[in-house]
């Protein structure tokens, strides 16, 4: 049950219409419906209390409510953890609902449930349909928001709340390793042996999302197989500055000393760490939000590669992210011009803007790109990019006459949302750096002037190669 904690209370955790389909058996989240993916406010899925039974009634009024693209849906899935519009309040939440018995694997009656057919990367991506398919009232997850056995709904304390939650146990499922359920359904359906052979594609495929730290570590495997494959392989005698030929005269180049496969690879190797180091402030920053909000304030390549391009689309094109970021950053724009002292620490190059516009660059030398402080300093006219578009969107807003709206600004927000992120990632990789010479740090976030020295190397490249391909903004 460690997945829907962040959602449920501690007797809906131990309830047996919940536990009784307990995540040792095979269960997914399940926002994504024919219809509607991202817009999680017009889901067409209904969910309606019946006071007299005290149950959910869940039910698809139309055809493109249906649950679809639900990895592990289509075979392997006992219980969907679900986004339903609550009729009576027009608003989304998540329940927990039981699909198949555990006795036999059937889907309940009311339920249709079946693969969507064939697909890029393997896996059984599902769909499912309820036709006024009856639930228990605790299999609404109600530690924020609660419906009583009179009928009475209480608000959560803040609207995005439970999103916030749910992202969190997104994150927990993809980490979390479960039972292997291909031996649950083998002792139950003997015919199903012959998904055996793509279980394993399959289990990795069906997460559901694949975050930030977690990008790390298959961004880690991936290059750590490039690496020692490129290491071991030898093509041609072309000279280069960087061969072996003096250890191993007669023999064949390293393919990893060729400059061209070296620049494609490495900068993947730095990507890793940074996306790890990056992970981790966002996980520390999510556990601190969490806490003030309770209180009241070996892999093959093609494995690696089938589990993550498909997180390109999860929920729709994932450009749609983009313009999140964007809003965050207006709102940051406005915090500089009004009352520069309240915006966030990660927002602070906003408030370098016209000093960057005056300054030039202070690089004298090629050695000097391996300051740090000079490596922040050539993201940070980013800012332009962010108050460029704050202006463009102010000035649509103001003149009834212009045409343009949001969606008119798209690419802009892709720009803008690009550049903080590629900063960001930058000055967390450098902060992890730091913290890891500290010697009041965490012993777990601490390292050996030997690995400071390389981590040093892999930030440097990192920064500079992010810098050469994104000149022109």
Request: charged share 20%; net charge positive; hydrophobic share 40%.
């Amino acid at each position: 049950m460690v997945l829907l904690s962040p959602l449920s209370t501690p007797k809906e955790q131990t309830s047996k219409s919940i536990s009784g389909f307990h995540l040792q058996r095979s269960s997914r989240p399940s926002a994504a419906e024919l219809g509607h993916g991202s817009n999680l406010s017009r889901l067409e899925t209904t969910a309606t209390f019946i006071k007299e039974t005290d149950e959910w009634e869940i039910n698809n009024t139309t055809f493109t409510a249906s649950k679809w693209w639900i990895g592990g849906l289509g075979a392997l899935c006992t219980m969907l953890w679900r986004g339903c519009s609550l009729t009576a309040r027009a608003t989304a939440h998540t329940f927990v609902v039981p699909l198949r018995s555990l006795e036999d694997h059937k889907p309940f009656p009311g339920i249709e449930v079946g693969d969507i057919g064939p697909k890029a990367y393997n896996g059984f991506n599902g769909f499912a349909r309820f036709t006024k398919y009856r639930i228990p009232r605790e299999n609404m997850l109600m530690r924020f928001s609660k419906m009583s056995r009179d009928g009475v709904f209480t608000k959560p304390p803040h609207a995005k709340v439970s999103m916030t939650t749910c992202l969190s146990s997104i994150t927990l499922f993809n980490s979390v390793q479960s039972m292997d359920v291909m031996t649950y359904l083998s002792s139950i359906c003997p015919s199903t042996k012959t998904y055996q052979c793509s279980f394993r594609m399959a289990r990795w495929s069906c997460c559901a999302r694949v975050l930030i730290k977690q990008m790390s570590f298959y961004l880690s495997r991936a290059t750590t197989v490039a690496t020692r494959n490129l290491t071991v392989r030898r093509q041609f005698n072309n000279p280069t500055a960087r061969n072996d030929t003096d250890i191993n005269p007669g023999l064949e180049i390293q393919v990893i000393n060729y400059p061209m496969v070296q620049n494609r690879l490495f900068p993947m190797i730095t990507q890793a760490y940074a996306h790890f180091a990056a992970g981790s402030v966002m996980m520390e920053m999510y556990i601190n939000l969490m806490t003030n909000l309770s209180s009241g304030v070996g892999r093959s390549l093609a494995h690696l590669f089938a589990s993550i391009v498909p997180s390109n689309t999860y929920e729709g094109d994932n450009y749609v992210l983009t313009q999140q970021m964007a809003r965050y950053l207006l709102k940051e724009v406005k915090t500089a011009r009004t009352n520069s002292e309240k915006v966030t620490p990660f927002s602070k190059y906003l408030l370098f803007k016209s000093a960057f516009e005056r300054t030039t660059c202070p690089v004298a030398q090629p050695e000097d790109w391996l300051n740090p402080e000079i490596q922040l300093a050539a993201y940070e006219p980013c800012a332009r990019l962010a108050f460029e578009l704050s202006d463009a969107v102010d000035a649509a807003e103001a003149d009834p006459a212009n045409p343009l709206t949001w969606s008119d600004h798209n690419i802009e927000c892709y720009r803008v949302s690009h550049a903080h992120a590629q900063y960001t990632m930058v000055l967390w990789f450098i902060q992890a750096i730091r913290d890891a010479q500290n010697p009041e740090t965490d012993l777990e976030r601490r390292a050996e002037p030997t690995s400071i020295k390389v981590l040093k190397r892999l930030s440097h490249l990192h920064a500079l190669h992010t810098i050469q391909t994104n000149l022109a903004d």
